[in-house]
């Protein structure tokens, strides 16, 4: 009797227990931590493909900006007879220079602005330059090779003031994307004959990694290209930013 009765108590027990939860099965822990453990997988796997998607959107977009600029070039050098826009480097006037200039022909300021910029601070151009010494005109920069102005092998030749001292345009770079750091507050060019065949010192002048690892350059015939620093300019090499030699290098007089 006393086995029977404890049976039944066991029993009822049972039947209780599977009546409260019918159809149910709990989770144990282990089972929540394989779950969890898949999801952080899968998120692991994700999230870098989601990032390089963005960053990916943000290239074609900076790309895009600066095909813009290249059309806005083409257009300002039917009106200019050729000659190419200036930059800051010897034309004091900020209405005078090319992005001031280029910004007429695209009615866009925006379009200077690369999306994988981390550079806050921008030039509104409503206000006076004089106080705003923090901002950047862009993230770009002219390649100042190309500036009208530009002093050459010791002598003010004027002999680079127009398209017809670019040997290969669609060997020669005309605007790179320029480095967010302090020294281009105010900047809108570089030199290239200042870097000596150093690509050390040349990748201070040029945001060769606002692309992961690659940056984009406006050729002088206005096609962009994606490329890493290296494949403009390497010694001995390629060099893209010399109009008058590239795509090598020149022969200094
Ligand atoms: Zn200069
Ligand atoms: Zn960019």
Same mark, same amino acid.
Request: glycine content about 6%; overall charge negative; charged content about 20%.
């Given at each position: 009797?006393?086995?029977?009765?404890?049976?039944?108590?066991? &029993?009822? *027990?049972?039947?209780?227990?599977?009546?409260?939860?019918? *159809?149910?099965?709990?989770? @144990?822990?282990?089972?929540?931590?394989?779950?969890?453990?898949?999801?952080?997988?899968?998120? &692991?796997?994700?999230?870098?493909?989601?990032?390089?998607?963005?960053?990916?959107?943000?290239?074609?977009?900076?790309?895009?900006?600066?095909?813009? =600029?290249?059309?806005?070039?083409?257009?300002?050098?039917?009106?200019?007879?050729?000659?190419?826009?200036?930059?800051?480097?010897?034309?004091?006037?900020?209405?005078?220079?090319?992005?001031?200039?280029?910004? *007429?022909?695209?009615?866009?300021?925006?379009?200077?602005?690369?999306?994988?910029?981390?550079?806050?601070?921008?030039?509104?151009?409503?206000?006076?330059?004089?106080?705003?010494?923090?901002?950047?005109?862009?993230?770009?920069?002219?390649?100042?090779?190309?500036?009208?102005?530009?002093?050459?092998? &010791?002598?003010?030749?004027?002999?680079?003031?127009?398209?017809?001292?670019?040997?290969?345009?669609?060997? @020669?770079?005309?605007?790179?994307?320029?480095?967010?750091?302090?020294?281009?507050?105010?900047?809108?060019?570089?030199?290239?004959? =200042?870097?000596?065949?150093?690509?050390?010192?040349?990748?201070?002048?040029?945001?060769?990694?606002?692309?992961?690892?690659?940056?984009?350059?406006?050729?002088?015939? &206005?096609?962009?290209?994606?490329?890493?620093?290296?494949?403009?300019?390497?010694?001995?090499?390629?060099?893209? /930013?010399?109009?008058?030699?590239?795509?090598? /290098?020149?022969?200094?007089?």
């Amino acid at each position: 009797m006393r086995t029977n009765r404890s049976q039944t108590l066991w &029993g009822l *027990g049972a039947s209780r227990g599977v009546s409260r939860h019918p *159809g149910r099965a709990a989770f @144990t822990l282990i089972e929540l931590l394989v779950v969890i453990a898949i999801i952080a997988l899968l998120m &692991g796997i994700l999230l870098p493909s989601l990032n390089r998607a963005r960053e990916q959107a943000r290239k074609i977009a900076c790309q895009s900006n600066m095909r813009q =600029m290249g059309i806005a070039l083409k257009t300002y050098l039917i009106d200019s007879e050729y000659r190419l826009p200036p930059s800051s480097c010897n034309c004091k006037d900020p209405n005078d220079h090319w992005l001031r200039i280029l910004t *007429g022909y695209t009615q866009e300021q925006l379009l200077f602005q690369c999306p994988s910029d981390r550079g806050k601070d921008f030039v509104n151009w409503e206000q006076p330059l004089d106080e705003q010494q923090d901002a950047r005109y862009s993230s770009f920069a002219v390649n100042a090779l190309l500036d009208p102005i530009h002093f050459r092998y &010791g002598v003010h030749s004027n002999r680079y003031n127009n398209t017809d001292a670019i040997r290969q345009p669609m060997y @020669t770079i005309w605007i790179c994307e320029a480095p967010d750091t302090d020294s281009f507050n105010l900047a809108d060019h570089i030199h290239p004959e =200042m870097w000596e065949g150093s690509i050390e010192y040349a990748k201070q002048s040029v945001a060769w990694d606002r692309h992961k690892g690659t940056s984009n350059y406006l050729f002088a015939d &206005g096609h962009v290209e994606n490329l890493k620093f290296e494949q403009t300019y390497d010694w001995p090499g390629t060099c893209y /930013w010399y109009p008058e030699a590239a795509p090598t /290098w020149p022969e200094v007089p």
